[in-house]
């Protein structure tokens, strides 16, 4: 059994919004419109709109980890 | 590897609501030698993960104002400022001051507003006698009165705004003077707008400019403001305008479609990204860039350094990413298109287009259920000479 590690890189973020939209409960933005995690080890029933997000990001921002739970 | 025959971009569109036949067989080679408007020389990247990657790639130079890159046309500036610096480090500082204006909280802070100006429009063609040209009297208005707010144009100067706007963007169309004249009246005006606002700010995005910049040490010139609210009004409006009658004539050609949203509006959001990946508003003169080393593509081509580059939207019809390309299906799901672009130079005023486009269906399909076109859709006019290739005339009837 193996979760998902969920890291983003706000340095590289340009604010496209795609993750916002589509993993609302794992991503967020800052005052400056920056990438924020919200929940780093999201539950299974997350993981298909978290790799949509991380797929959907414009620079390649989220990086996503299979690790032992 | 020998590259084909050079062709004229942008592709014609014959039968208008149909995407060209031509880009089948685009992607048969990986980079297509185009000829733009002005007769200049360019290589288009065709394939979507070539053009992905180069989106990314800082060997392709946005200052295409410093280096010997193409015009898009003889007399028309746009992307040409060389006291403008759009590669990293310094963009992306500039770009950071702006963006926060983006966010996903800000902009849904402003759908009620939007919803507001949608339903003042709409009242207005209720009124108006049919059939009613949804260009001019919805997809125009609404997008320009939306970031003259957020910019803080008053609403007195809106008209005189478009004016300057539409002549400045005209590729092609109208004569060189008549550019110019437009060109350094926008650009009169917006330093003036600036101006006022450094002396009286108001709650818009230009005032905060302004502000930020002036805090910290001028740390945008009055120049590079001047540029930035110059691109934020530009890329706001007409982008956004043509994109929203578009993508209503191209749904109302299918009036299937339509009652498929009526149905459940909650798809609202699926079919504006298909809409907007099928594209029959746009073309990738915007991408265009200076190729300043070789660059080896995936099938090992390479883009010869010194060329003038554009990254193709016409990748939204690759068939190794989307499926059954050439079907417009408002219920895609996985729709990671090229519209907006990609890497660090992604729109910065996607989140807010995508919002006025999500209202503009949403609205105009719960007012008015049995709107239609008025004419065949086949009929309708194109622009001509634009930057961008949308309908420039939508007769509607309900």
Redesign the interface.
């Known amino acids: 059994m193996t979760g998902l590690l969920v890291t983003a890189d706000p340095t590289t973020c340009v604010t496209s919004c795609m993750c916002v939209y589509r993993a609302p409960e794992v991503f967020d933005q800052d005052d400056d419109g920056l990438v924020v995690v919200l929940d780093a080890r999201p539950p299974a029933e997350l993981h298909d709109a978290v790799r949509r997000a991380a797929r959907g990001c414009p620079t390649q921002s989220i990086t996503l980890t299979d690790q032992p739970l | 590897m020998s590259l084909p025959d050079a062709v004229d971009y942008p592709f014609a569109w014959e039968p208008p609501m149909e995407v060209p036949a031509g880009w089948r067989t685009l992607r048969e080679h990986s980079l297509q030698p185009v000829r733009l408007p002005s007769g200049d020389p360019a290589v288009l990247v065709t394939r979507y993960r070539d053009v992905k990657a180069l ?2 790639d800082h060997r392709l130079s946005r200052n295409t104002g410093r280096y010997p890159t193409s015009r898009i046309s003889p007399n028309n500036e746009i992307f040409n400022d060389p006291e403008i610096d759009n590669d990293p480090p310094r963009y992306l500082e500039e ?2 001051l702006v ?9 849904e802070s402003l759908r009620p507003h939007v919803w507001e100006i949608a339903d003042e429009l709409m009242d207005a063609m209720a009124a108006a006698e049919q059939p009613v040209d949804l260009m001019e009297s919805f997809a125009f208005p609404l997008p320009i009165r939306v970031i003259c707010r957020l910019l803080g144009v008053p609403h007195e100067e809106h008209a005189k705004f478009r004016e300057l706007v539409d002549g400045f963007l005209s590729v092609t169309k109208l004569p060189t003077e008549e550019v110019e004249r437009c060109r350094v009246g926008l650009w009169t005006y917006l330093g003036e707008l600036i101006d006022a606002k450094r002396h009286h700010p108001t709650n818009d995005l230009t005032s905060e400019l302004v502000k930020i910049s002036d805090e910290d040490q001028k740390k945008l010139s009055d120049h590079q403001l001047q540029h930035w609210v110059q691109t934020l009004l530009i890329a706001g409006y007409v982008t956004t305008a043509s994109q929203i009658g578009t993508s209503m004539a191209v749904l109302l050609h299918r009036p299937h479609l339509v009652r498929e949203v009526q149905a459940d509006f909650g798809i609202v ?1 699926t079919a504006v990204e298909e809409l907007l990946r099928y594209q029959l508003m746009g073309t990738s003169l915007g991408s265009l860039r200076y190729c300043l080393e070789d660059i080896e593509l995936s099938d090992g081509t390479v883009v010869p350094k010194g060329s003038t580059v554009m990254l193709s939207v016409e990748s939204n019809f690759d068939e190794e990413v989307f499926t059954c390309p050439m079907d417009l299906d408002i219920h895609r799901r ?1 729709n ?1 298109h090229m519209s ?5 130079h ?1 729109c ?1 005023g ?2 807010l287009a995508r919002m006025e486009l999500q209202v503009s269906m949403e609205g105009l399909l719960r007012r008015f259920p049995g709107l239609r076109l008025a004419q065949p859709g086949e009929d309708l006019p194109r622009v001509e000479g634009g930057f961008l290739g949308g309908f420039s005339y939508v007769p509607v009837r309900w």
């Open positions: 989106f990314s770009r950071s963006v926060r204006a983006f966010s996903a909280r800000r902009i959001p996985e990671n907006f672009g990609s890497g660090i992604y910065a996607a989140p």
